[in-house]
């Protein structure tokens, strides 16, 4: 039996096997996350001791659910950098106003290298682009589709917002099926370019 089985064995039995298991997983999580975390994100010992329980709680109700496609803590490791990331993600944006997805600096031309006529085309589209958030779409699509492009996710919009997940994911889809018929109407689309 390899030591990935006995790991498995001992995580879907109860009593001390499976704490002993959820302990050595715990200690190997913490060494294997936590300098990187650490370092890359500039988080403490309790933010890596926290993400490891979470990940071991999440590993314990769905250790069934595990097909053994890969190695037992590959797949531990993949729960907690998902945990970890989203984390950061929502701390990251705590302290962010939606409106700022509405600020006209939102559609600062990016200073890219190449010809000069590139950047003019790609000057002339982005205000085209700009010109269509602006005026085909709600206030509310306007900030919530910025809002993805710039990252913030569903979840975290469904809590501002007070709603839920798909609510925001059909207010999105909307906001640019929305965007697409104005660039449509402006020429930059036919009807079978993008469906």
């Known amino acids: 039996m390899s030591l990935d089985d006995e790991m498995l064995k001992a995580l879907r039995e109860e009593g001390v096997n499976r704490d002993q298991a ?68 929502r701390r990251h944006w705590a302290d962010q106003s939606l409106d700022a997805f509405t600020a006209e600096d939102a559609f600062e031309m990016p200073s890219v290298p190449g ?10 589209t982005l205000e085209t682009v700009k010109e269509s958030i602006m005026t085909a779409l709600t206030e509310k699509q306007r900030t919530a589709l910025l809002a993805e492009l710039y990252g913030l996710t569903t979840d975290e919009m469904a809590r ?4 839920t997940p798909g609510a925001i994911y059909k207010l999105t889809h909307d906001a640019r ?7 449509r109407k402006k020429g930059f689309y036919k009807e079978t370019d993008l469906g």
Not at 177 to 183: G, P, V
């Open 22 to 89: 959820f302990s050595q997983l715990r200690s190997k999580l913490v060494r294997a996350m936590g300098p990187k975390l650490k370092s890359s994100y500039r988080v403490d010992d309790s933010f890596v001791e926290d993400v490891a329980q979470e990940t071991l709680i999440i590993v314990l109700q769905k250790i069934d659910s595990f097909r053994g496609e890969s190695a037992l803590f590959t797949w531990v490791c993949s729960i907690a950098v998902r945990l970890a990331l989203g984390e950061l993600r």
């Open 115 to 124: 010809d000069f006529t590139e950047r003019i085309a790609d000057s002339e």
């Open 160 to 163: 501002r917002y007070q709603t």
């Open 177 to 183: 099926k929305a965007l697409l018929k104005d660039l």
